[in-house]
């Protein structure tokens, strides 16, 4: 039978906490009626179960309705409530019920942990038997004074068909309203926002969000060929955050907490860091260069770091376990994190205070777990080892040259716009161009681009007195494929790629095949090349030295087999080009040299004139030991898996080498003879077309059965010399030149 109460409020806070509704025992004296159902006036959309709660501390005719049933049931105090008994269908019993929990008063937020395993108890205790319904808020008391509010999100029971079945045949049933027992078992999440700490097994999952953005694509990221790198970042350092807090909780898993991206300027470091950033759902990223991070004052260095991590450290402390993700991306990162003990800093000054508190936040004694630190640098080397080992900057990538299908993923990046609006003609074949950059770095190819577009423009611009644009230009504009020619011929050349000013001076004229050993020569240097493509990285590089007189054409054979393996990276070392260097800086630039060529997939490189290098001569002797010991190191250095380097070294002093211990190291050493022979001279001559035929018939006879010997370099100057004279006489002057150099000995 339905009863008319005016509503008052509870007239204690132990009634209120109840979740009940107060009344006299006079309004529903029979035992039977244990809850109630506030009919619906009109303005109510949803009907509303409360269990009874009966005492004398209320007058008949009075329902007691706490502030926070009132604020849910949208009732006023002293309106009239028509309320009923309400009698729940068999099988109401809760087996689960999911709360949502959050401190009632913000003012008293605490991180002291709340053990959800007793909080259960004590919530079965104080509610067993009460009426629930989903999306109802009420206050819960636990321990001393403290008040939590919490709000049923979910509720669900046996199936009452399949209840009496077999254990492994239940199932359960959701509902939107239903009784505890104390066989219901309570599940308690953190709402969102939540500065609670919740620990325990009755902890719920709490409402996550996948730290990978779904939305995302690496293309419209503009980023290419690196998408083996990115899996390997997602696969460590992500990983374990895309799974909920409370099972890595579980697991006692610790996030990964820094990430280094080392690798050649261009390869993209800092542009993957920062579309790293759009791919997360994390806070804002902080991006800061390693220079910004130094100050002049004591002090404010150190203090720079802290406050890149102050926002995460106040956040892990409100929020816990479920802070989210703080992105602080470090550019240059050798800049301040230069190793504290390298040679001559002493182990003092500002950049050890730098990497001190960088250590100290990282991996401290009070840990963040919600911070991810990204360095970028081009020198690893350079690096403080302690920020290298697991726990800080554990996962270290590197991001190296683009092979082929990455060089076509990047040029159709940067060509996107161009065809987009059909401003790229038909011709153009980015598979070929891919191809063709060997070697290219990302920021390469779009300066390969660029300069392209740069050259379709220039089609349409007219030089006269002023710099004008013909008027069709806007319509008729296009990108050809011969504007990407024009700019990798003479725009944009690789800082990996092949050394082209140093060997087109040995490679000017072609090689001439005078006799045998040179086609042997050739033919060996075919074979190793084809051996360098398949050999065992792990064995050190392919290694030969060419060995001969000075002048035999020891350096065109060497730049000839480097330039027919078509390798990526050709790059020549030279007395030349380290003319008035100490012994330290010519050390570091034969190292700058091989460590170019570890960058490279293919790489060849040329040590042209190695007693030149060492500075030896024969007065004394004298030789730079510093710099033998560099070559006799980098000579035998183990590579990396997957890289191939073929080395030619070029010498005019075998014996010395020999002592040095250095011939030992080549692989295989090929002698470039010099001419001992009529015919030999003869063909050379031929080749170079410098004589006439009478001319050629008469040196022949000249030089009969003399004892002839001379370099093919000697030989070509001495001949072009000979022929500046006059033609009647260039025959007797060339013979002269010879006997003048003692090339040229009558038999004794």
């Known amino acids: ?345 002493g182990g003092t000054g500002v950049q050890d205070s730098v990497v001190n508190q960088l250590l100290a936040k990282i991996d401290g004694v009070e840990q963040l777990n919600n911070v991810l630190l990204i360095g970028m640098t081009n020198r690893k080397d350079l690096i403080d080892e302690a920020l290298l080992r697991p726990g800080r900057m554990e996962v270290q990538v590197e991001i190296s040259l683009a092979d082929e299908p990455g060089r076509l993923q990047i040029l159709e990046i940067h060509t996107r716009a161009l065809r987009e609006n059909n401003l790229l003609s038909e011709d153009v074949d980015l598979g070929e161009l891919a191809a063709q950059t060997k070697n290219f770095s990302g920021a390469e190819i779009e300066g390969l681009v660029r300069a392209a577009q740069s050259n379709a423009m220039n089609r349409f611009l007219k030089m006269t007195t002023t710099l004008e644009i013909a008027p069709d230009a806007v319509s008729k504009v296009l990108v050809r494929q011969t504007d990407f020619y024009h700019a990798l011929e003479h725009d944009i050349k690789p800082a990996f790629g092949a050394s082209d000013d140093d060997l087109e001076y040995f490679v000017s004229n072609e090689i001439i095949r005078w006799c045998p050993m040179i086609e042997q020569i050739i033919s060996d240097g075919k074979l190793l090349i084809e051996q360098t493509k398949v050999h065992d990285s792990s064995m050190g590089p392919v290694s030969v030295l060419l060995e001969g007189p000075v002048g035999a054409g020891k350096s065109a054979l060497a730049v000839n087999m480097a330039l027919a393996s078509e390798f990526p990276l050709i790059k020549m070392c030279s007395p030349e080009s380290m003319t008035g260097f100490s012994e330290q800086a010519k050390c570091n630039s034969i190292k700058k040299v091989f460590d170019d060529a570890d960058k490279s997939e293919l790489s060849c490189i040329i040590i042209d004139d190695i007693e030149k290098l060492l500075d030896y001569v024969q007065i004394g002797p004298r030789f730079s030991n510093m710099v033998l010991q560099a070559l006799l190191v980098l000579l035998k250095k183990k590579l990396r898996k997957g890289k191939k380097l073929l080395i030619v070294g070029t010498t005019s002093c075998k014996r010395v080498l020999h002592d040095m211990g250095m011939v030992q190291i080549f692989n295989m050493v090929l002698h470039v003879p010099g001419l001992s022979s009529l015919d030999q001279l003869i063909t050379v001559l031929k080749e170079k077309n410098l004589f006439e035929k009478n001319e050629l018939d008469k040196i022949r006879s000249e030089i009969g059965q003399r004892k002839l010997w001379i370099s093919v370099k000697k030989l070509l100057i001495l001949a072009e010399v000979a022929i500046r004279t006059q033609p009647s006489s260039r025959v007797k002057k060339f013979i002269s030149l010879l006997e003048a150099e003692e090339c040229l000995k009558d038999f004794t």
Request: net charge positive.
């Open 1 to 345: 039978m339905a009863k008319n109460l005016k509503a008052i409020k509870s007239p204690s806070d132990r009634l209120s906490l109840s979740n009940c509704f107060i009344v006299n025992e006079a309004d529903f004296p029979s035992e039977e009626i244990q809850h109630v159902k506030l009919r619906d006036t009109g303005h109510r959309t949803q009907e509303y179960i409360y269990s009874l709660l009966k005492t004398v501390e209320i007058k008949a005719g009075f329902v007691g309705v706490s502030l926070i049933q009132r604020k849910w049931t949208n009732i006023a105090l002293n309106q009239v409530l028509e309320v009923q008994p309400f009698k729940f269908p068999p099988n109401s019993n809760l087996n689960s019920i999911t709360l949502e929990a959050d401190f009632l008063q913000k003012s008293r937020v605490t991180q002291e942990p709340y053990d959800t395993d007793k909080m259960s108890e004590v919530f079965v205790d104080q509610f067993c038997n009460r009426a629930f319904s989903v999306d109802q808020p009420f206050v819960f008391t636990y321990g001393d004074k403290k008040y939590l509010q919490l709000m049923v999100i979910k509720m669900d029971v046996l199936d009452p068909k399949k209840a009496l079945a077999s254990e492994s045949n239940f199932e359960l049933v959701e509902v939107k309203k239903g009784v505890i027992s104390g066989n219901t078992r309570i599940i308690f999440e953190k709402a969102e926002g939540s500065a609670l700490n919740l620990v325990g097994k009755s902890k719920g999952k709490s409402a996550t969000q996948s730290i990978i953005n779904t939305e995302w694509d690496f293309t419209k990221l503009g980023i290419g060929g690196l998408d083996k790198e990115f899996s390997t970042i997602i696969r460590r350092a992500f990983a374990s955050r895309l799974f909920p807090a409370e099972l890595t909780e579980k697991m006692g898993v610790k996030h990964v907490k820094g990430i280094l991206l080392y690798g050649p300027p261009g390869t993209g470091k800092t542009l993957m860091a920062r579309q790293i950033g759009k791919m997360l759902n994390c806070r804002e990223p902080k991006i800061i260069s390693g220079p910004e991070v130094l100050n002049k004052y004591v002090g404010e260095s150190e203090a720079n770091i802290r406050k890149l991590f102050a926002e995460a450290e106040d956040e892990q402390k409100k929020h816990g376990i479920n802070s989210g993700l703080h992105l602080i991306i470090f550019d240059e990162f050798d800049a301040v994190c230069k190793s504290r003990y390298s040679y001559g800093s």
